[in-house]
């Protein structure tokens, strides 16, 4: 009975940048590997980052390498994705989910919009 809110996003500059977050609600039950998905417009989701307490954070694709950095908060049950230098590319609905993901935690999305 664990739900995964995002928030944060919006409309930004390309060059700009966001931090978005995931804040857990509910239930409490051991999560390792969290990670930051995003989906583009007629797209499949994508994973971007990875994190845990136990491992490094990652980025994944080559194309955030550098821009993107994922951190957390265990004390606060939160997952941030700062994301800098944005590019029109960088637009899509951006998710957080367990590492492979759980559909049953699959939320809203947050929208990240990145047009002058």
């Known amino acids: 009975q664990v739900q995964l809110v995002e928030s944060g996003g919006g409309l930004v500059q390309p060059g700009g940048s966001l931090r978005l977050s995931c804040a857990k609600f509910?239930?409490?039950?051991?999560?390792?590997?969290l990670g930051w998905y995003r989906q583009a417009p007629g797209k499949e989701r994508e994973l971007v980052a990875t994190?845990?307490?136990?491992?490094?954070?990652?980025t994944l694709p080559n194309s955030v390498k550098g821009r993107f950095r994922i951190s957390g908060d265990d004390a606060k049950d939160t997952l941030y994705l700062q994301m800098n230098s944005l590019k029109p590319e960088d637009t899509a609905v951006y998710y957080c989910?367990?590492?492979?993901?759980?559909?049953?935690?699959w939320g809203q999305g947050t929208l990240v919009t990145v047009s002058d």
């Open positions: 989910n367990r590492v492979p993901p759980l559909s049953q935690l």
């Open positions: 509910g239930n409490e039950f051991s999560i390792y590997t």
């Open positions: 994190w845990s307490t136990g491992a490094p954070a990652l």
